[in-house]
């Protein structure tokens, strides 16, 4: 079974400061997807990042950095600089190649950015 | 094509009604999935459609629930006897068919049973 765990529901930075959002996954399977989503109180869903397992680099997407450790099974999120509209709600997901592509998403981690 | 499409996005229903929700997905997408997503919680997967097969259904997906995708492109996702527990908002999500690419979502239907 896959299963991600996001154990911050919610998380306070200050503007124009780093911030690391964590997530940890579990699968059997060998070869899967990382994603980090954000979700406005807006309601959309928004991509930000990809990692796949068999990628030696870690993914960049301009601010967005994903610190990928397989040996602990860990997806952490980077968000350097942060801005006020950062403020949002933001899952970890995975897919894997068995289970048809579903994508499961974490609770989720929900950031503040204070002015 | 601008991205997936949902209708309506919103809906306050009476309980014990049907209701029925519609997703358009992009057109070169051959995989749609349905997810239901509560207040402060993540997506959770309800089911998901590769063309016209629908492939998979989550324990989620009681059986007052049904979901179609005729001809592989438009799907609709039903609710009979509605529950105030189906109170969520419904999220259709669709990709290709490469592993290393993002879900695109629409933008969800909101519902409420009172």
């Known amino acids: 079974a896959q299963k991600i765990t996001q154990t911050q529901p919610g998380m306070f930075v200050q503007e124009k400061e780093a911030v690391t959002l964590d997530c940890t996954y579990d699968t059997s399977d060998p070869s899967y997807g990382l994603f980090w989503y954000k979700q406005p109180s807006s309601g959309e869903m928004i991509f930000l990042i990809y990692q796949g397992s068999y990628d030696q680099q870690n993914a960049t997407e301009g601010r967005y950095s994903l610190n990928f450790q397989k040996a602990r099974k860990s997806a952490n999120l980077v968000i350097s600089a942060s801005q006020l509209g950062d403020s949002a709600m933001y899952f970890c997901?995975?897919?894997?190649?068995?289970?048809?592509?579903?994508?499961?998403f974490g609770a989720g981690t929900r950031l503040f950015v204070k002015a | 094509d601008t991205g997936v499409s949902q209708d309506p996005r919103h809906k306050i229903t009476k309980r014990g009604q049907n209701v029925t929700f519609r997703c358009d997905p992009i057109?070169?997408?051959?995989?749609l999935y349905w997810y239901r997503q509560t207040l402060g919680q993540g997506p959770e997967f309800l089911t998901y459609f590769q063309n016209e097969a629908q492939l998979e259904k989550s324990r989620l997906l009681s059986d007052r629930f049904s979901a179609e995708r005729p001809k592989g492109s438009f799907s609709t996702l039903e609710i009979q006897r509605t529950e105030q527990g189906d109170s969520a908002m419904y999220l259709c999500?669709?990709?290709?068919?490469?592993?290393?690419?993002?879900?695109?979502f629409g933008q969800g239907t909101r519902l409420t049973v009172v």
């Open positions: 999500a669709t990709m290709p068919g490469r592993m290393n690419t993002e879900a695109f």
């Open positions: 057109s070169e997408h051959n995989r």
């Open positions: 997901a995975m897919r894997g190649n068995l289970g048809g592509f579903k994508t499961i």
